[in-house]
């Protein structure tokens, strides 16, 4: 059974940076394209950044792109999510998303989440 694990969330001031660790254990972490959401109080989860199972095709919402950066280390079992300039906007709890192609379905396994917090 596949666990994700998210750490490094904690309290940042605008303008900070943080990073964002995600280890995937259970199975086997190269078949899994990986990502990060994102929910902040009284608001529906959101797509972040998401990473192709080989690391070489990446996409960023439009709210983050130039600030966050989504990698991998498939030999580490690990997705991290680098955040530089963070805004007050960006706290929220942050959720690791590993997502896998089973008899033609998609199946998808989640983190407790990280929290996030941006003061101003």
């Known amino acids: 059974q596949v666990q994700l694990v998210e750490s490094g969330g904690g309290l940042v001031q605008a303008g900070g940076s943080l990073r964002l660790s995600c280890t995937l254990s259970?199975?086997?972490?190269?078949?899994?394209?990986m990502g990060w959401f994102r929910q902040a109080p009284g608001k529906e989860r959101e797509f972040v950044g998401a990473?192709?199972?080989?690391?070489?095709?990446?996409k960023h919402a439009d709210s983050v792109k130039g600030r966050f950066t989504i990698s991998r280390d498939n030999g580490q079992n690990t997705v991290s999510l680098e955040m530089n300039n963070l805004k007050p906007e960006d706290t929220a709890v942050y959720y690791c998303?590993?997502?896998?192609?089973?008899?033609?379905?998609?199946?998808?396994?989640w983190g407790k989440g990280t929290l996030v917090t941006v003061s101003s």
């Open positions: 259970g199975r086997t972490f190269s078949a899994y394209a």
């Open positions: 990473i192709s199972r080989g690391g070489g095709s990446t």
């Open positions: 998303n590993a997502e896998s192609s089973v008899a033609g379905m998609l199946v998808d396994y």
